[in-house]
């Protein structure tokens, strides 16, 4: 402590555990590489896709002498239109705007259509001569295709990609198709643009993203759970009350009305982004860390899931959302859902797991909140008081942190709550946290799935929401209305309590600042 009586943290250095980063290195390979972002005039390439190629440019993993970039959309721009469209969301680093002018020349652009056998030759053509450029030996190029695009093109966006673009041979180097997210509508749809792009590509090839496995935090899960004491003789139904996966937003749907509206808040963040963070906390564990174990322990939750039923979901719509002239008057899409899962399995019978997501509302923030059971013969009479929680905050002030009860410091003998806290600004500074979509890039570059979604799995996440998705789209669920800027409807509030979740009334968690 220092004079003033302030704490003052050290910078600390961080032993790593070497053996484990050997693990999952793979061969680097050499020769050329072309990334290519199919959809490039989006708004998913300019705000997320090229700022972490930069990011990966910037820190040494994408070379200059072997990397080129490609962008592919209709839209008839030059490469110097596309590179000013990208210039104003590259970060700036210290090293002034040099990197970023030299990140932009490795960018080129070719037009045209998502159907067009030209288009995609003449990229192929520009691919290649860049290829020779560098005198890469026959067929040792790695080509990376990022559908950065509606869904809806996927089909014969891969369609023209293997027959006129990708990489000729399979001896050496590869050609990988990086696909976002909603991959389909739901289970039937879903199952049919796997087994169309399944036809053209093996599974080896096809990397579904879901930016929420490429959290830190959500990547520390299993870390946490299966290489700590701690937590492994508590994680399970004896123990833990209900848990919580939680998504929120303080803005709305902002010019993606179109869009939304045909999708709403299930198929955009909780069929994918909370379930993959469900299966996270809920897997048993893999029988190693190679990517075909993980995601098996994930399928396994996910066929673990007993159907939803209709009182354990909470619907809501923010008011003015249908002020957005893409939206139609009448649309009953969820902007806000509140959903209990169930898994019938021997860890987790009866804890309610409440996956909960929603637009427009108080705050920004994701987190996973684990609730333990009472305290058995509680003499100190703060049952009241609150529970033991383990939570785990995704975004923003990235943290773990247990709440619990303590001695409330001073002569008398009473208890209060407090935490354990480990707040990542906090203990690793100086320590950048990296951008989900930087590491998954970085991840399909080395060849590494175990942050993707397998086929299996994305068939067992639709099987779980397809049921209550037909009967919102049939009008059989309703939205609440609620106000922006609220928690969402307050029926939500009443189903959590009737889940089993107590607040902690008088507790705030605040994440530390530093002096
Ligand atoms: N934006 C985001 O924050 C996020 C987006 N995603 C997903 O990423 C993908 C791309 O998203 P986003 O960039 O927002 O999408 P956009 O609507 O911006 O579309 C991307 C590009 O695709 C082309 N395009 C748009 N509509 C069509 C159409 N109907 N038929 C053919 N081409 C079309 C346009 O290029 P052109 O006309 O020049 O060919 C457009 O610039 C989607 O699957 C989305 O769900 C996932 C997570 C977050
Ligand atoms: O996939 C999506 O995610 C974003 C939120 O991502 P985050 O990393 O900022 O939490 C969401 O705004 C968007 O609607 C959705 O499509």
Same mark, same amino acid.
């Given at each position: 402590?220092?004079?003033?009586?302030?704490?003052?943290?050290?910078?600390?250095?961080?032993?790593?555990?070497?053996?484990?980063?050997?693990?999952?290195?793979?061969?680097?390979?050499?020769?050329?590489?072309?990334?290519?972002?199919?959809?490039?005039?989006?708004?998913?390439?300019?705000?997320?896709?090229?700022?972490?190629?930069?990011?990966?440019?910037?820190?040494?993993?994408?070379?200059?002498?072997?990397?080129?970039?490609?962008?592919?959309?209709?839209?008839?721009?030059?490469?110097?239109?596309?590179?000013?469209?990208?210039?104003? &969301?590259?970060?700036?680093?210290?090293?002034?705007?040099?990197?970023?002018?030299?990140?932009?020349?490795?960018?080129?652009?070719?037009?045209?259509?998502?159907?067009?056998?030209?288009?995609?030759?003449?990229?192929?053509?520009?691919?290649?001569?860049?290829?020779?450029?560098?005198?890469?030996?026959?067929?040792?190029?790695?080509?990376?295709?990022?559908?950065?695009?509606?869904?809806?093109?996927?089909?014969?966006?891969?369609?023209?990609?293997?027959? &006129?673009?990708?990489?000729?041979?399979?001896?050496?180097?590869?050609?990988?198709?990086?696909?976002?997210?909603?991959?389909?509508?739901?289970?039937?749809?879903?199952?049919?643009?796997?087994?169309?792009?399944?036809?053209?590509?093996?599974?080896?090839?096809?990397?579904?993203?879901?930016?929420?496995?490429?959290?830190?935090?959500?990547?520390?899960?299993?870390?946490?759970?299966?290489?700590?004491?701690?937590?492994?003789?508590?994680?399970?139904?004896?123990?833990?009350?209900?848990?919580?996966?939680?998504?929120?937003?303080?803005?709305?749907?902002?010019?993606?009305?179109?869009?939304?509206?045909?999708?709403?808040?299930?198929?955009?963040?909780?069929?994918?982004?909370?379930?993959?963070?469900?299966?996270?906390?809920?897997?048993?564990?893999?029988?190693?860390?190679?990517?075909?174990?993980?995601?098996?322990?994930?399928?396994?939750?996910?066929?673990?899931?007993?159907?939803?039923?209709?009182?354990?979901?909470?619907?809501?719509?923010?008011?003015?959302?249908?002020?957005?002239?893409?939206?139609?008057?009448?649309?009953?899409?969820?902007?806000?859902?509140?959903?209990?899962?169930?898994?019938?399995?021997?860890?987790?019978?009866?804890?309610?797991?409440?996956?909960?997501?929603?637009?427009?509302?108080?705050?920004?923030?994701?987190?996973?909140?684990?609730?333990?059971?009472?305290?058995?013969?509680?003499?100190?009479?703060?049952?009241?008081?609150?529970?033991?929680?383990?939570?785990?905050?995704?975004?923003?002030?990235?943290?773990? &942190?247990?709440?619990?009860?303590?001695?409330?410091?001073?002569?008398?003998?009473?208890?209060?709550?407090?935490?354990?806290?480990?707040?990542?600004?906090?203990?690793?500074?100086?320590?950048?946290?990296?951008?989900?979509?930087?590491?998954?890039?970085?991840?399909?570059?080395?060849?590494?799935?175990?942050?993707?979604?397998?086929?299996?799995?994305?068939?067992?996440?639709?099987?779980?929401?397809?049921?209550?998705?037909?009967?919102?789209?049939?009008?059989?669920?309703?939205?609440?209305?609620?106000?922006?800027?609220?928690?969402?409807?307050?029926?939500?509030?009443?189903?959590?309590?009737?889940?089993?979740?107590?607040?902690?009334?008088?507790?705030?968690?605040?994440?530390?600042?530093?002096?």
């Amino acid at each position: 402590m220092s004079e003033l009586g302030e704490w003052h943290c050290e910078k600390r250095p961080f032993p790593k555990n070497e053996s484990f980063t050997k693990v999952h290195e793979t061969v680097s390979e050499t020769g050329s590489l072309s990334i290519i972002v199919l959809g490039a005039s989006g708004d998913l390439a300019k705000k997320k896709t090229f700022p972490a190629l930069f990011n990966l440019y910037r820190q040494g993993f994408l070379p200059s002498n072997e990397v080129h970039i490609f962008g592919y959309a209709r839209t008839k721009i030059s490469d110097e239109e596309l590179r000013d469209r990208i210039r104003g &969301y590259l970060p700036k680093g210290k090293e002034g705007t040099q990197d970023v002018s030299n990140f932009l020349h490795l960018i080129k652009y070719v037009s045209g259509a998502y159907d067009a056998p030209e288009g995609f030759q003449a990229l192929d053509k520009a691919i290649s001569e860049y290829e020779i450029s560098i005198n890469s030996a026959e067929g040792s190029s790695r080509r990376l295709f990022y559908l950065a695009l509606p869904p809806s093109v996927y089909p014969q966006v891969c369609k023209m990609i293997k027959n &006129y673009s990708m990489n000729r041979s399979d001896l050496v180097g590869w050609t990988r198709v990086v696909v976002e997210k909603p991959f389909g509508k739901d289970l039937a749809s879903a199952e049919e643009l796997s087994s169309q792009i399944g036809e053209l590509f093996e599974e080896p090839q096809i990397y579904r993203i879901d930016h929420y496995l490429g959290k830190e935090l959500v990547q520390n899960l299993l870390v946490l759970r299966f290489a700590n004491r701690f937590f492994l003789p508590l994680w399970n139904r004896d123990n833990v009350d209900n848990v919580q996966i939680v998504f929120r937003e303080d803005f709305g749907t902002e010019g993606r009305g179109g869009y939304f509206d045909q999708y709403g808040i299930i198929r955009d963040i909780i069929q994918n982004h909370l379930l993959q963070v469900l299966c996270l906390v809920a897997m048993e564990k893999p029988v190693s860390l190679t990517p075909e174990h993980i995601r098996d322990e994930k399928v396994k939750v996910l066929q673990s899931v007993v159907p939803i039923k209709d009182e354990e979901v909470v619907l809501g719509q923010y008011e003015g959302y249908k002020d957005d002239p893409t939206v139609p008057d009448n649309s009953n899409t969820p902007t806000f859902a509140s959903v209990i899962l169930h898994i019938h399995n021997e860890r987790w019978e009866g804890v309610p797991f409440i996956l909960k997501a929603g637009k427009a509302l108080g705050s920004r923030k994701a987190d996973i909140r684990v609730q333990l059971k009472n305290v058995p013969g509680d003499i100190f009479k703060c049952q009241n008081q609150g529970r033991n929680e383990i939570v785990i905050r995704l975004q923003p002030s990235e943290a773990i &942190y247990m709440k619990l009860t303590v001695k409330q410091p001073g002569l008398e003998m009473s208890t209060a709550q407090s935490e354990l806290d480990l707040s990542y600004r906090q203990r690793y500074q100086g320590v950048v946290i990296p951008e989900a979509y930087e590491r998954l890039i970085l991840d399909t570059i080395k060849g590494d799935q175990q942050h993707f979604v397998r086929r299996d799995e994305l068939k067992a996440a639709w099987e779980i929401f397809t049921p209550l998705l037909h009967r919102i789209d049939n009008g059989e669920v309703k939205s609440l209305p609620y106000k922006p800027g609220s928690r969402g409807p307050a029926e939500a509030d009443e189903l959590l309590e009737k889940a089993g979740y107590v607040q902690t009334h008088g507790y705030l968690w605040i994440p530390p600042t530093l002096a």
